[in-house]
C-alpha cells in the first residue's frame, strides 16, 4: 500500500513539474538565451571599441597633419567633430583645438573656453591639465576668487597638478599685493613634496623677489613706580626773622 502511495505522490509531483516548466519554461530558455547573447555581445562590443579607436585615432592624426599644415579652419572643423563625438580621443583632441584657436586664431578667451568644456570632473590628468591650462588662460582678467573658485577640484591634489594650482593663486595674491598670503604659499611649494622642480625654482625666485618681512622693534616697558626709590621732597629754604 505504502508503493501505492508513493507512486501517486510521485506522479502528482511530475504533474506539478510538467505545468511548472509548461507555464514558466519560456523564461529559462530566455536567460540562458541572454547568458549567450551577452557573452557575444560582449565580445563584439571589445572587437568594436578596438575597431573605434583605431578608426579615431586616425581622425586625430589627420587632423594633427592639418595643424602642422597650418591648415587651421580645416583642423579646428575636424577636431571639434571628434570632441562631439565624446569619445576617448576626445579631452586630447581638446587640447590640440585649444591651441588652434590661441596660435591660429589669437583667442585666448575661445581657447580657455575649449578647455573648460572638456574638464568634467577634473579626474584624469587631460582633464586636470585642461583646467590648469584655462586657469592661467583667464589669470590676467579674473579675479583672485574667480580663479580659487575655477581650480578648487585641485585644491586637495597633493601632486603636480595641484601644486600648479596653487603657484598661480599665490603670483595672483602678489600681483594684488597680498605680500604675505604670497609669501606663505611660496614657502609651502619650494618644501612641499611631489612638487615639479620648475614650481619649486620659481618659489624660491619669487620668494627672493619678495619684500623682506617687517620686523617692528618692541616698545620699552614704562618704568614701574615700585622700583624706583622715591626721593624726599625739599622744603624750599626760608629766612628766619632774628629777634
Known sequence: MADIFEEVEEGLRQDRLSGLWKKYGIFAYLGAALLIGGVALNEYLQVQAKETVKREALRLESALNEVEARNYEEAAAQLSAIIGDEIAPANVAAHYLAGVRLDGNGDAIAAADVLSASVGEAADPTEKLALIKAAYLKA????????????????????????????????????????????????????????????????????????????????????????????????????????
Do not use: C, H, W, Y
Open 140 to 243: 590676467d582678467t579674473a579675479t583672485r576668487g574667480e580663479l580659487e573658485t575655477m581650480l578648487a577640484p585641485l585644491a586637495n591634489d597633493d601632486g603636480p597638478f595641484g601644486a600648479l594650482a596653487k603657484e598661480l593663486i599665490a603670483a595672483k595674491a602678489l600681483q594684488d599685493g597680498d605680500i604675505e598670503f604670497a609669501r606663505r604659499e611660496f614657502s609651502f611649494l619650494r618644501l612641499a613634496q611631489n612638487v615639479p622642480p620648475g614650481v619649486v625654482t620659481r618659489a624660491s625666485q619669487a620668494l627672493d623677489a619678495l619684500p623682506p618681512v617687517s620686523e617692528t622693534q618692541p616698545e620699552p616697558a614704562p618704568a614701574d613706580s615700585t622700583d624706583t626709590p622715591i626721593e624726599p621732597e625739599l622744603d624750599a629754604p626760608t629766612e628766619e626773622t632774628p629777634e
